[in-house]
């Protein structure tokens, strides 16, 4: 016999747009037992699955079937297990073995101080100007080498705090097993193994989706977890600034412990500031009516995205190498992202009210010989598109405002900007919103690295248009396109 709340909230939902399918009634269920208001409450998680990029209804028949097999807290913390646990036990590999090399360091250069000593103080020591030059040179070696390892002796520092700050956190998150954040736990663990585009998911992203969608508690929950791993991060990004030592050591193998430089020859990045959803919303939160960036606003987005674009190629290019050089791929052009385009979008949706209905941003790189809607710009139009066109519930992109802003970090070509220019990616986006024309507003800017090498700024605009659907208005300015921009 069906239970006539379970009916009486499904219901609710069929009014507003949302149909149940038969195997979900066990969130419903569950919901109702959590004391929540379902048509209130589901149009938000199912929001909230599909901006994180899952398929809504799956989600939720897994979070059901989770809690009924190891009870809200159990599940919580099963998920938080299998999210974050693979990326904690890799912290803890690394932490082990720069314990090892510290060690092993620190002994070596007590046997050289050691014997180094015995020169100038056993029965006939050397003496001389040679042997005092020799003495300063020895020990300004010494205080070099030291420094480094005191480098070394801080982030084994910064691992325990991560490691103590990890367990408080995944303690806190465990005691609360909201229905909210068991979701959230479920999506995430499902998106730290599966990868989008060629970049994988952000976290980041993750946790700028969660600043919308989630209420302050929760958000503190699951911040709490993400946080640890951003501030272990930082602080090495903090820790790794080269030492301005005048002594340079030769290494004839192995890889180089020179601070701010990783084995494969990729420097360290500074701390990159704010990014590009945190300026959006500063953005956003000014508006007396939501409107269209301005051009010192798309300027100010772009530069935060050209930062992220090239760290965030850094980063595949150094896993690319380690993963040809461990054997785990065969060197491919067509794969090496070094030969590749890199670029970011950044997505803002608001409502007729103003109200934030997404805030991301993605990444994508766009291999050699790859065809033109496999380019990194392309990939990006049809993500965004996608988020477009799942945004829940039905009609909330009634009179909405709609911002998208991609940052290349290559000349674009000619393939992308006859896309732009002829009207098909902007079109392509209003299309999503399923409105009629005029219904709706999208704004589509797309910026480049800067083609004049004297550029202050370092980014240059392309193309600057909205539509509303009826015809498409703006202005754009048309650079010759060229190789790609060296590393």
Known sequence: MSDPLVDAAIKGLAAIGIDVPPFAEGIIQLLIEAGEDVPAVLPRLLSLIEQLGAEAWTTLEQVASGMQRYGPVGYVQHLMTQAFSPHVETIRQIHQQKRALLAHHRATLSRFQTETAALFTHASPWQGQAAEQAQLHLAHLTAGVSAHLDLLEASLAIDQKFFHDYQNAYEAAADAALIALIIVCAVLAIALATAAFDGGLSLALAGGLLSITLSATECWLLAGMLACFVAWGTAHELLAHPLHLSWNPSLPAGPSLVPGTTQSGVGSMPATGEDAASIAAQIASSWGQARFWTDDEQQELAQSLSTETGRRRAQAVAR??????????????????????????????????????????????????????????????????????????????????????????????????????????????YAATDQPPGNATVGLAVWQTSTDAGSISGVEPVYSATTNGVSISGSASAQPESQLIAV
Request: some cysteine; hydrophobic content about 45%.
């Open 320 to 429: 690319y190498r380690q993963d040809v050089a461990n054997g785990k791929e065969r060197y491919d052009q067509r794969r090496d992202p070094s030969l590749a385009s890199a670029a970011m979008i950044i997505l803002f949706i608001a409502d007729r009210q103003g109200r934030t209905v997404f805030n991301g941003v993605n990444f994508a790189l766009g291999f050699k010989y790859a065809p033109p809607e496999q380019h990194a710009e392309a990939k990006l139009i049809e993500w965004a598109a996608k988020i477009i066109a799942t945004r829940q519930p039905p009609g909330i992109l009634q009179e909405a405002t709609i911002n998208a802003l991609i940052f290349s970090r290559t000349v674009v070509c000619s393939a992308c900007r006859a896309s732009l220019f002829s009207g098909q990616w902007i079109m392509s986006l």
